[in-house]
């Protein structure tokens, strides 16, 4: 691989810096964006415009069935240790008069910490002092920071729609000690519909616009206590709640009647059983979180996108569609629920039964 050099455009890094990266060379990697850093490449667009572009990247292969899961880890390793050895690489323009102290941080649960890392380092290069918290930080933890270190500003990131509910309660908790909140990544929809919806002060689609938003200034208006039920009234139904609380049960009683409805389950291997478990767990995360924000929108998103994991690795949606069949008739005194089930349904094509493993993959 020759040195990048400042004629290079950012789809062509892009594509250089995914042959390093899928190829599992790091040092390649390090020594493309080292080159094109001393080339005079700014250093923001290296990080969103190349870097964050071939991580995406990564997870549209994976999802398409064209590399492992194996080999999606590899590579958002590497892309890792890329942003970070960007981020100390020398020389380097100098760095704006700080702005102030903001936390950034991913809420309880979300192990997804590279879209924070990024906004984390596209702050700092604007001038912000920035405590990037990283992955899965509890919202105890959260609070005890923001006591100690009075930031301006809280920015809270969360990639999978699951984590919504956690993030309700980061935000309300930071917002009570009358700091603002920003919120960003896809678990908050591609027009930030869930983050007006917990209340959130802000939302970004990206880190630039948040960086935009940031130094425009934020300001809090909800200093006071409140509950989660205060913003989503329809939470007093109890859906959410009892679905959540009996995951395990539906899991277990899926299972059973699965066992009866599909013929191939009886013959299935302990690793087999275990996979379909988990694929009906995460059909009840989905539902419990559509059923937390009252949006079917949420849980067919995730089933039309189940359907085409599977239709990648040439598994028929029959699976799909009985437990999700199952799972409805678990939850027959749960008319929200029973609605959503449905609705998600019918947006599956008709298919024979097969007999692969896992009901979702």
Not at 95 to 100: A, E, F
Not at 118 to 125: F, G, Y
């Given at each position: 691989m020759t040195d990048a050099t400042n004629h290079d455009t950012a789809p062509e890094l892009s594509e250089r810096l995914w042959a390093a990266v899928i190829g599992r060379d790091e040092p390649a990697a390090m020594r493309l964006v080292a080159a094109a850093a001393d080339a005079g490449a700014d250093r923001e667009s290296l990080l969103l415009d190349v870097v964050a572009g071939v991580q995406h990247r990564i997870g549209v292969e994976w999802a398409a069935d064209r590399i492992s899961v194996a080999e999606e880890h590899a590579a958002t390793a590497i892309t890792d240790r890329v942003i970070a050895a960007?981020?100390?690489?020398?020389?380097?323009?100098?760095?704006?008069?700080?702005?102030?102290?903001?936390?950034?941080?991913?809420?309880d649960g979300e192990w997804h910490?590279?879209?924070?890392?990024?906004?984390?380092?596209?702050?700092?290069?604007?001038?912000?002092?920035?405590d990037f918290l990283g992955a899965h930080t509890p919202t105890p933890h959260l609070i005890a920071h923001v006591h100690q270190t009075n930031p301006a500003a809280v920015l809270l990131s969360a990639s999978l729609p699951t984590h919504l509910p956690t993030a309700h309660q980061a935000v309300t908790a930071v917002q009570s000690l009358g700091m603002p909140v920003m919120v960003g990544g896809a678990a908050f929809g591609v027009d930030g519909r869930y983050a007006r919806l917990l209340r959130a002060d802000a939302w970004a689609p990206d880190a630039r616009s948040a960086a935009d938003l940031l130094a425009r200034g934020l300001t809090s208006h909800r200093a006071v206590q409140r509950h989660q039920i205060d913003d989503l009234p329809h939470l007093g139904d109890q859906e959410y709640t009892l679905v959540k609380t009996r995951r395990t049960t539906l899991v277990r009683q899926c299972l059973a009647g699965l066992d009866e409805r599909l013929p191939a389950m009886p013959s299935y291997s302990a690793a087999q059983r275990e996979r379909t478990a988990e694929d009906l767990a995460h059909i009840v995360d989905f539902l419990a979180t559509a059923l937390y924000v009252d949006d079917v929108a949420l849980f067919t998103s995730f089933v039309t996108w189940t359907a085409d994991i599977l239709a990648a690795r040439h598994v028929p949606v029959a699976g799909l569609r009985m437990g999700l069949d199952v799972l409805a008739g678990q939850l027959h005194d749960f008319p929200r629920a029973r609605t959503f089930l449905d609705i998600a349904a019918d947006t599956l094509p008709m298919a024979p039964a097969h007999s692969g493993p896992g009901v979702t993959a």
């Open positions: 960007l981020a100390h690489h020398r020389p380097a323009p100098p760095l704006p008069q700080s702005r102030g102290r903001i936390t950034v941080a991913c809420v910490s590279l879209p924070a890392r990024l906004l984390a380092e596209v702050l700092t290069r604007r001038g912000w002092r920035v």
